[in-house]
């Protein structure tokens, strides 16, 4: 690991002033990513701004009109223990409780997964399920990112060097709503093969009336399966709607091949999976 | 390069120490402060025997830089006994032969006592979700399983 200088900012307002005067510095979250990449020197920071210092990061609230607003301190095992996130976005749980072991589970925290950009993450999928959007700040203001455009490339995100990310948003779903993540690994809880969220929401006829689609370990970023709601909404679901948004899904994809799986693999599954994940939402819905 | 004064509270001591902000907890434990039941494996946060709690959680002291658990409460395997006994996590882990090489048994036993505070009669399950950070590579894990459920019955 190379020289850093240490930095415990006061608050966000001291943050986003020492990030703009300093542009090789880099902030902390829960280190659970960043701490591998500065020991191997992937990254050579002049100074590291710790977050956990500045108090109202790690927060999860809900209200009716807004939906679920998250802190990015948040650590996954906050996430899936939360009592709102099980209630209101029950997905968001299900993918924490699928991310690496409990140790790193109590270290890193959603923020960092995020921003740390790997493309089979399995929070992203389950956050563009949602249609989640994200508040990104810095000292020239604020801005509201919708997630599937807060991906670049490959560890690359639209947060410029002295952005940070501040809070996710997440709105109300519909009362008939189910959803998924299902995540092929090649033992429990590794890195995602390929990783696919849905959400389907019904009204009283059974009519679709919200569809969302997110794919982990397909692209060099998180991808949103965008067609599936011109594919779902207004429609009673058939199989054959299903297989459309599964065909789509693999249309889209453009995996590589590495270590844990090949491309024409990850292009295969990724079709099987989305049509798990919708018919297990569609059942999740209409239980409701 | 500039040290910074910290102060970390370990097993129930305060231990004030100069730092470079790159040391990890790992390093300070075992170089500076002599604290070897804590090993080093892979250094990547994938095998566990680095495991320490922290705030009762079992986290990566391979993972954490010593200036960012100021304040926290950490406990390494040496924090266990009490007056010269062993606990008995550490008792269950001797009694069911639960340790061949030992060098993973620090991590495991620290994630066990996680999992039984937070779940004192966890299922078959339970404990190998609780244990899957860390890795044996003896592959002991039957004899660890079965040590855990003895420590939960006690």
């Given at each position: 690991?190379r020289?850093?200088?240490?930095?415990?900012?006061?608050?966000?307002n001291?943050?986003?002033?020492?990030?703009?005067?300093?542009?090789?510095?880099?902030?902390?979250?829960?280190?659970?990513?960043?701490?591998?990449?500065?020991?191997?020197?992937l990254?050579?920071?002049?100074?590291?701004?710790?977050?956990?210092?500045?108090?109202?990061?790690?927060?999860?609230?809900?209200?009716?009109?807004?939906?679920?607003?998250?802190?990015?301190?948040?650590?996954h095992r906050?996430?899936l223990?939360?009592?709102?996130?099980?209630?209101y976005?029950?997905?968001?749980?299900?993918?924490?409780s699928?991310?690496?072991?409990?140790?790193?589970?109590n270290?890193?925290?959603?923020?960092?997964?995020?921003?740390?950009?790997?493309?089979?993450?399995?929070?992203?999928?389950?956050?563009?399920?949602?249609?989640?959007?994200?508040?990104?700040i810095?000292?020239?203001?604020?801005?509201i990112?919708?997630?599937?455009?807060?991906?670049?490339?490959?560890?690359e995100?639209?947060?410029?060097?002295s952005?940070?990310?501040?809070?996710?948003?997440?709105?109300?779903?519909?009362?008939?709503?189910?959803?998924?993540?299902?995540?092929?690994d090649?033992?429990?809880?590794?890195i995602?093969?390929?990783?696919?969220a849905?959400?389907?929401?019904?009204?009283?006829?059974?009519?679709?009336?919200?569809a969302?689609?997110?794919?982990?370990?397909?692209?060099?970023?998180?991808?949103?399966?965008?067609?599936?709601?011109?594919i779902?909404?207004g429609?009673?679901?058939?199989?054959?709607?299903?297989?459309?948004?599964?065909?789509e899904?693999?249309?889209?994809?453009?995996?590589?091949?590495?270590?844990?799986?090949?491309?024409?693999?990850?292009?295969?599954?990724?079709?099987?999976?989305?049509?798990?994940?919708?018919?297990?939402?569609?059942?999740?819905?209409?239980?409701? | 390069?500039?040290?910074?004064?910290?102060q970390?509270?370990?097993?129930?001591?305060?231990?004030?120490?100069?730092?470079?902000?790159q040391?990890?907890?790992?390093?300070?434990?075992?170089?500076?402060?002599?604290?070897?039941?804590?090993?080093?494996g892979c250094?990547?946060?994938?095998?566990?025997?680095?495991?320490?709690?922290?705030?009762?959680?079992p986290?990566?002291?391979?993972l954490?830089?010593?200036?960012?658990?100021?304040?926290?409460?950490?406990t390494?395997?040496?924090g266990?006994?009490?007056?010269?006994?062993?606990?008995?996590?550490?008792?269950?882990?001797?009694?069911?032969?639960?340790?061949?090489?030992?060098f993973?048994?620090?991590?495991?036993?620290l994630?066990?006592?996680?999992?039984?505070?937070?779940?004192?009669?966890?299922?078959e399950?339970?404990?190998?979700?609780?244990?899957?950070?860390?890795?044996?590579?003896?592959t002991?894990?039957?004899?660890?399983?079965?040590?855990?459920?003895a420590?939960?019955?006690?």
């Amino acid at each position: 690991m190379r020289y850093f200088e240490y930095v415990e900012p006061k608050d966000l307002n001291d943050t986003c002033q020492f990030l703009s005067r300093n542009e090789g510095a880099k902030v902390l979250a829960g280190g659970a990513s960043l701490v591998v990449l500065l020991k191997n020197n992937l990254v050579s920071p002049s100074h590291l701004v710790n977050l956990k210092t500045i108090s109202g990061l790690d927060t999860i609230r809900w209200d009716d009109r807004e939906g679920l607003r998250i802190g990015p301190l948040n650590r996954h095992r906050d996430i899936l223990s939360s009592p709102l996130v099980q209630k209101y976005c029950s997905i968001l749980a299900e993918a924490a409780s699928k991310i690496a072991t409990p140790p790193i589970r109590n270290m890193g925290t959603i923020g960092g997964n995020l921003c740390h950009a790997e493309p089979s993450a399995d929070f992203p999928p389950a956050l563009i399920a949602l249609g989640a959007k994200l508040k990104l700040i810095s000292s020239k203001g604020e801005r509201i990112v919708p997630i599937e455009e807060f991906f670049v490339d490959f560890y690359e995100t639209v947060l410029s060097e002295s952005e940070i990310l501040v809070e996710i948003k997440i709105p109300p779903l519909p009362p008939r709503s189910g959803g998924t993540y299902i995540k092929l690994d090649k033992v429990t809880n590794s890195i995602a093969i390929v990783g696919v969220a849905s959400i389907i929401s019904l009204d009283e006829k059974g009519i679709c009336t919200f569809a969302g689609v997110g794919l982990g370990g397909v692209g060099s970023t998180p991808l949103k399966v965008e067609k599936a709601k011109e594919i779902l909404l207004g429609k009673k679901i058939e199989e054959n709607h299903i297989d459309q948004v599964a065909k789509e899904a693999q249309f889209i994809s453009n995996p590589i091949t590495n270590v844990y799986a090949s491309a024409e693999y990850r292009k295969e599954m990724v079709y099987v999976l989305t049509q798990r994940a919708l018919k297990e939402s569609l059942k999740r819905a209409l239980k409701r | 390069m500039r040290k910074q004064e910290i102060q970390l509270e370990i097993n129930g001591n305060t231990y004030s120490i100069s730092v470079l902000p790159q040391r990890t907890l790992l390093e300070v434990l075992r170089e500076d402060l002599g604290l070897i039941g804590t090993k080093e494996g892979c250094s990547e946060g994938e095998c566990g025997v680095c495991t320490v709690l922290l705030d009762g959680f079992p986290v990566r002291s391979c993972l954490l830089l010593a200036v960012d658990v100021r304040g926290r409460k950490i406990t390494t395997i040496e924090g266990l006994s009490k007056n010269g006994e062993l606990h008995p996590i550490q008792n269950a882990f001797i009694e069911h032969g639960a340790i061949q090489c030992g060098f993973c048994t620090p991590g495991m036993i620290l994630s066990a006592k996680a999992l039984l505070d937070e779940n004192p009669s966890p299922t078959e399950e339970e404990i190998r979700i609780g244990l899957s950070g860390n890795l044996c590579r003896c592959t002991g894990y039957v004899k660890i399983f079965k040590a855990v459920q003895a420590a939960a019955l006690r």
